[in-house]
């Protein structure tokens, strides 16, 4: 499966943006689709995550109460709502999937997209 996120941007703190992650290539019904951020110098962590055939989903807790995460069968598109963003949520942001199971880890992810910039100004 092909991913293409867009959607980041500037944005000053306590605001809000929306991420899309376009997928394409192969039924995603039986994927589970994450989000996942990089800031320079640190790792890729994990977001937030999505079933795409049942919509639980979960999050890290650094975001829980203030990130959705969901998606758009129709559109085979990816969504992360970001509200009350700070300056900590800087970062590229990488829509991923994979087939099977929830998880939170990078490495059990083996579809990528490109990834956006989210930069939040304090």
């Known amino acids: 499966v092909q991913l293409q996120a867009f959607g980041g941007g500037l944005v000053q703190a306590g605001g809000s943006l929306r991420l899309s992650c376009a997928a394409s290539?192969?039924?995603?019904?039986?994927?589970?689709m994450g989000w996942f951020r990089q800031a320079p110098g640190l790792e890729r962590e994990f977001v937030a995550a999505?079933?795409?055939?049942?919509?639980?989903?979960i999050y890290a807790d650094s975001v829980k109460g203030r990130f959705t995460i969901s998606r758009d069968n129709a559109e085979t598109t990816l969504y992360l709502q970001m509200n009350s963003l700070q300056s900590e949520d800087t970062a590229r942001y990488y829509c991923?999937?994979?087939?099977?199971?929830?998880?939170?880890?990078?490495?059990?992810?083996?579809?990528w997209g490109q990834g956006t910039q989210v930069t939040v100004s304090s």
């Open positions: 290539g192969r039924t995603v019904s039986s994927y589970v």
């Open positions: 991923a999937a994979r087939y099977g199971y929830m998880s939170r880890y990078t490495t059990h992810y083996n579809n």
């Open positions: 999505i079933s795409w055939s049942s919509g639980n989903t």
